[in-house]
């Protein structure tokens, strides 16, 4: 068995805050065409946008390692408007580039302009007139950019124009697969089922008190030595034979800690994540050799710890702390440039190539795509 490099990734997992008014008027700038940005620090009650520094009566706080930041302060500095309907207690955000998204006190769910609710890692708080929620999930819905400086405890959101020829894409499973294959590879074709328990399927997120968040499902016992798992889709509306740079984010959740050692290699460790931005699918195709078949992916996936030609590995499936049980949440990040096939499409492959001869069991979410044309 070749080599295997341990890679290692950490995650940041941040939640958001805002602020609310108790009069059910609209508030806030109309939305901006030029980029702006907000920047908050952790306990402190001073923030800064393009107009100078201000004050908050609430500073913005972490809970379970999310971070907490005040909705009117963040909002009304990135272009958008707001309305505060003190009946339901629900609170509105309105912008030219998500259209509306509403927070509702003391639940863990977004609704956005489609009416469809979106899980939120933290429950939406009001303290002393101002309302919290997740800054992770507020970015996300409002698309713009976040970025975290943890030795200063500084988090800023950034609305940038819409540039031209871009495109974003994402993908929560709340509802359905929303388009997503999975599929198995490096493995003979004539398999026992019975002793490699592979599986793909859309289920609740193993994580503490879950009973709405919904994530993708790959499982499988790797009895040959070797064995990739994958998550697939294929996205259209591009312009044909155009090159674009494409940045895929993912989130990831194992229960494997680092450090342990296991038939073949570590559970943790010897298991590869690896990802793919292409322009054809992406499949398991029965291959012939030499005394047997065999699965083998018709794209170059590389041999566990090392990357192939079109899917490059980008960590492993350690959890963050393996000191505390369960499943742990991991974040992931991967670019590449990419030519859209002749239809306007290109394909995402998400996989887990593992040298560790025992089961594994991952759950992947929130995956969002971002396409820029060159």
């Not at 793909?200 to 879950?210: G, T």
């Not at 990357?307 to 350690?318: L, P, Q, T, Y």
């Amino acid at each position: 068995m070749m080599k295997r490099r341990n890679l290692m990734l950490s995650s940041l997992v941040f939640a958001t805050v805002i602020s609310a008014v108790s009069a059910p008027i609209a508030h806030g700038a109309a939305d901006q065409q030029a980029s702006a940005a907000v920047s908050f620090k952790i306990n402190d009650v001073n923030y800064s946008n393009q107009t100078g520094t201000h004050s908050l009566t609430t500073a913005p706080y972490m809970t379970n390692g999310n971070t907490m930041l005040p909705v009117r302060a963040a909002a009304e500095s990135l272009g958008a408007s707001i309305s505060w309907n003190a009946k339901d207690q629900r609170i509105t955000l309105s912008g030219k580039s998500f259209s509306t998204v509403s927070f509702t006190m003391n639940t863990a769910y977004a609704v956005n302009a489609k009416g469809e609710k979106i899980k939120l890692p933290e429950q939406v708080r009001q303290t002393k007139g101002t309302v919290f929620v997740p800054a992770r999930s507020l970015a996300a819905l409002m698309g713009v950019r976040l970025q975290w400086e943890p030795a200063a405890h500084k988090i800023t959101l950034t609305n940038q124009a819409q540039t031209p020829g871009r495109m974003d894409f994402n993908y929560q499973f709340n509802k359905d697969m929303e388009g997503w294959k999975g599929g198995f590879a490096d493995m003979p074709v004539d398999y026992d089922k019975a002793i490699y328990e592979l599986d793909y399927a859309r289920n609740l997120l193993p994580i503490d008190k879950n009973t709405a968040n919904y994530g993708l499902k790959l499982t499988g016992h790797n009895r040959s030595d070797d064995l990739f798992m994958f998550l697939s889709k294929g996205i259209g509306g591009f312009k044909a034979n155009t090159s674009y740079d494409v940045n895929l984010k993912f989130a990831m959740y194992t229960e494997a800690g680092g450090g342990m050692s296991g038939i073949g290699g570590s559970p943790a460790e010897s298991v590869f994540l690896k990802a793919g931005i292409l322009a054809n699918e992406p499949l398991s195709v029965l291959t012939s050799t030499p005394g047997s078949d065999y699965y083998r992916m018709n794209v170059d996936i590389g041999s566990q710890g090392a990357g192939g030609k079109d899917v490059k590995v980008i960590g492993n499936a350690a959890k963050p702390d393996a000191g505390k049980d369960g499943y742990q949440r991991v974040e992931f990040d991967y670019s590449a440039k990419v030519t859209a096939n002749a239809k306007g499409e290109i394909y995402i492959l998400i996989g887990a190539d593992s040298g560790f001869e025992g089961l594994t069991t991952l759950y992947f979410d929130d995956v969002k795509v971002t396409a820029q044309a060159n």
